[in-house]
Structures are given as C-alpha cells and as structure tokens.
C-alpha cells in the first residue's frame, strides 16, 4: 500500500470563483477551512462575551482566558502602549491558534502549512511595522538600523547587516510556523503508514505496529503542544516587532 | 475566581457593610494585579525562549537561514539588475550570514541588541 504524506497538503479547487488578467480565483479547501476558522473563533468569542455573568461558565471562561494570555503577551514585550495593537494581536493569534488545532483533526487540512498563507500573515506584520514606524517616528524610525558605539570605520557594513536582519524577518516569522505544522504534519502522516504498511505485513507485523501506533499518539500530543506553542511564538514576535515600531533606537 | 464563589456562597454576610468590605478587597487586588502586571515586563527574548528546548532550536536555526536566504536573494536580485554577476550575490551572501548570526544572537538573548534589548520596554525611550 502506497502512502504519500504531502497527499494531505494539496489544493483543491472548489469552485472557481473569477478571473483578473488571466489568474483564476477559485475557492479552495484551504479557503473553506479559513472561513470555519474565522466562524469558531467569532462563534467562541460573541458566545463567550454574550452572557458576561459575574462568575463565567465554561465558554466565557476560555473567551476570558485567552483575552487575558494574549494581552498579558502583548503588555510584556510591546509595553503598555502596544495594547494599542492588541486586536490585531489577538486576532492574528486566535486565527494561527485555530488554523493549527483544526489541523490535527484528521481529514481536515491545516491552512498554516502553507507558505503563502503564513507569508502574507508575516508581511502584514512587517508591513504595519515599518509603516506604523515611520508614521510615528517619522525618520528617527532609521535609527533601528544604526547601533549606537559602533567605530564609524565599520558603520556602513553594520547598518547593511542591520537592514539584512530586519528585512529577512518576515522569512523567518513565516518559514518558522509553516515549517513546523509541514514537518510535524508529515512526521504523523509516515508513521501512520507504518501501521498500515507492518498490520498487512502477516502476524508479526501487526504485533509491530504496536510501536508506530505508540509513537501516533505520542506524536499526537507533541503535535497539539506545538499547535499551541507555534501560535504563541507567531504571536510573541508580532509583539517584539511591533515593539521596535514603537520605540525604535536606544 | 474561587473567592468570589467563596463569598457568593456565604448568604448570611450579604450586609451593606460586608458587601463594601468585599468590593474594597476586589478593589486592592486588581489594583495589586496592575501593578505586578507592569512590574514584571521581563525580556521579551527571556520570555519567548523558555518555552521549550525544541521550540527554541527551531526558532534559532529559522533565523540564521533567514538571514543566509535573504541575502543570497538580495544579491542575486542586485547581480540581475545591475549586472554585476558574481559579486553582488558573494557579498550579500556573506553578509546575509553575518546578519542571520545577528539574529539568532539576538533572539538567544546572548547580546542586547538594537532592535530586541533586555531592558524593559518601559525604560526604552530616550
């Protein structure tokens, strides 16, 4: 029995939708499962925030849980002027958070392990960077690129690798959280077929299978932890970037 | 939480006076929880790599290819403009790397950088 494990990243189109200048548009599967994202998060949310009683029950809990975990990430790395950027925090979090457990459920697909999709996430928050920088700094917004104490012999070398740096944020920001739900994705998918591939192997093999199996759902659970985790971290380093637009240069 | 479930169970004590005494604590300890949330602005590099070990590694490794990658794609876009292959795409390259080496230093927290400093965002401006 053959299994490919990318099998589980495809695209799929839906229904084409229109065309500019000869690109089709076309709803996917990856836009279906963006659009039952955006529908449980609004659905936990107004559901969470409808009653407001004193002594919240279980949805309103989580409703309140996660407002608090995200603004407590935001006020920690991006200072209290950075609640400013809170719902964007907030919603870019709730959005990865969600693309990633969705994901773990078998047979549904997992929209963050695609690049383009963690790309443009990561260039929205570079964009609003240098742009909310430069709108509040105006050009002292450079000075993030020219250290201080630096020999002014090595200072155009310097602020090249500045530049560098900062410019290849984005890859980093994106590649991080795609490669992580692919790889794990992945990981899942290969040791799933060993199962299946050791249990028609004769009756050894299915007593064999017990240790991949073993590993599925250890595996599982590792995958759930780095489902939470990699939104935090996405959510974290809006927060830090955020923070440099913010107060920039020191 | 429980210690409004506390108190809310307590029907004999629902007098004026206790309820103010009640609405006089509520009041200390969100005033307390402000303060300890301002206090304890800690680095955010402290914060984000005591995550996990695995987390860590990748996020260390994710930025030192960022770098090399973007100065690679740097030059090699600079070469095809100005066409001046080779060396655009050699000197971007090697300072793509320095740049990625800057951001995982960085990101580790081994130095306080420019743009991710240990010190409390609070003390930050100038």
Same mark, same amino acid.
């Given at each position: 029995?053959?299994?490919?494990?990318?099998?589980?990243?495809?695209?799929?189109?839906?229904?084409?939708?229109?065309?500019?200048?000869?690109?089709?548009?076309?709803?996917?599967?990856?836009?279906?499962? !963006?659009?039952?994202?955006?529908?449980?998060?609004?659905? =936990?949310?107004?559901?969470?925030?409808?009653?407001?009683?004193?002594?919240?029950?279980?949805?309103?809990?989580?409703?309140?849980?996660?407002?608090?975990?995200?603004?407590? $990430?935001?006020?920690?790395?991006?200072?209290?002027?950075?609640?400013?950027?809170?719902?964007?925090?907030?919603?870019?979090?709730?959005?990865?958070?969600?693309?990633?457990?969705?994901?773990?459920?078998?047979?549904?697909?997992?929209? $963050?392990?695609?690049?383009?999709?963690?790309?443009?996430?990561?260039?929205?928050?570079?964009?609003?960077?240098?742009?909310?920088?430069?709108?509040?700094?105006?050009?002292?917004?450079?000075?993030?690129?020219?250290?201080?104490?630096?020999?002014?012999?090595?200072?155009?070398?310097?602020?090249?690798?500045?530049?560098?740096?900062?410019? *290849?944020?984005?890859?980093?920001? *994106?590649?991080?959280?795609?490669?992580? !739900?692919?790889?794990?994705?992945?990981?899942?998918?290969?040791?799933?077929?060993?199962?299946?591939?050791?249990?028609?192997?004769?009756?050894?093999?299915?007593? #064999?299978?017990?240790?991949?199996?073993?590993?599925?759902?250890? =595996?599982?659970?590792?995958?759930?932890?780095? %489902?939470?985790? +990699?939104?935090?971290?996405?959510?974290?380093?809006?927060?830090?970037?955020?923070?440099?637009?913010?107060?920039?240069?020191? | 939480?429980?210690?409004?479930?506390?108190?809310?169970?307590?029907?004999?004590?629902?007098?004026?006076? %206790?309820?103010?005494?009640?609405?006089?604590?509520?009041?200390?300890?969100?005033?307390?929880?402000?303060?300890?949330?301002?206090?304890?602005?800690? *680095?955010?590099?402290?914060?984000?790599? $005591?995550?996990?070990?695995?987390?860590? #590694?990748?996020?260390? *490794?994710?930025?030192?290819?960022?770098?090399?990658?973007?100065?690679?794609?740097?030059?090699?876009?600079?070469?095809?403009?100005?066409?001046?292959?080779?060396?655009?795409?050699?000197?971007?390259?090697?300072?793509?790397?320095?740049?990625?080496?800057?951001?995982?230093?960085?990101?580790?927290?081994?130095?306080?950088?420019?743009?991710?400093?240990?010190?409390?965002?609070?003390?930050?401006? +100038?």
């Amino acid at each position: 029995m053959q299994i490919n494990p990318i099998e589980q990243f495809e695209i799929h189109n839906l229904k084409p939708l229109f065309s500019i200048g000869g690109h089709e548009f076309d709803f996917t599967n990856s836009a279906v499962l !963006m659009l039952i994202i955006v529908a449980l998060v609004s659905l =936990l949310l107004i559901g969470g925030t409808a009653r407001r009683a004193v002594i919240p029950g279980r949805l309103q809990s989580i409703a309140e849980l996660s407002y608090e975990f995200v603004a407590n $990430t935001v006020q920690s790395s991006a200072g209290a002027e950075g609640m400013k950027f809170f719902p964007f925090v907030f919603t870019l979090f709730m959005f990865v958070l969600f693309a990633n457990i969705i994901g773990l459920i078998p047979y549904s697909f997992t929209v $963050t392990s695609q690049l383009i999709v963690t790309a443009a996430l990561a260039l929205l928050v570079f964009f609003i960077v240098v742009g909310y920088g430069f709108y509040r700094n105006g050009l002292h917004f450079l000075n993030l690129f020219v250290p201080k104490g630096v020999p002014k012999a090595i200072l155009p070398a310097i602020v090249l690798i500045e530049i560098l740096s900062f410019v *290849s944020r984005p890859v980093s920001h *994106s590649v991080r959280l795609f490669a992580n !739900m692919l790889a794990g994705h992945i990981t899942l998918q290969v040791f799933a077929g060993f199962i299946i591939m050791l249990a028609g192997a004769g009756i050894l093999g299915f007593f #064999g299978a017990v240790l991949p199996f073993i590993m599925v759902v250890l =595996l599982s659970a590792l995958e759930l932890l780095v %489902a939470f985790l +990699q939104a935090y971290v996405f959510a974290i380093l809006t927060c830090i970037y955020l923070n440099d637009a913010i107060h920039p240069g020191h | 939480m429980s210690d409004a479930r506390e108190n809310g169970d307590r029907g004999k004590e629902r007098t004026d006076e %206790a309820l103010s005494a009640r609405l006089q604590r509520l009041n200390e300890g969100l005033g307390q929880i402000h303060k300890s949330g301002r206090s304890s602005e800690s *680095s955010e590099a402290e914060r984000a790599t $005591t995550a996990s070990g695995y987390a860590r #590694g990748f996020r260390l *490794s994710s930025e030192l290819v960022a770098g090399v990658v973007v100065g690679a794609g740097l030059g090699w876009l600079i070469d095809r403009v100005f066409g001046t292959t080779p060396w655009g795409l050699m000197i971007f390259l090697l300072l793509g790397f320095a740049a990625g080496v800057l951001n995982v230093m960085r990101s580790a927290g081994v130095i306080a950088g420019n743009a991710i400093d240990a010190r409390p965002p609070g003390n930050r401006k +100038q």
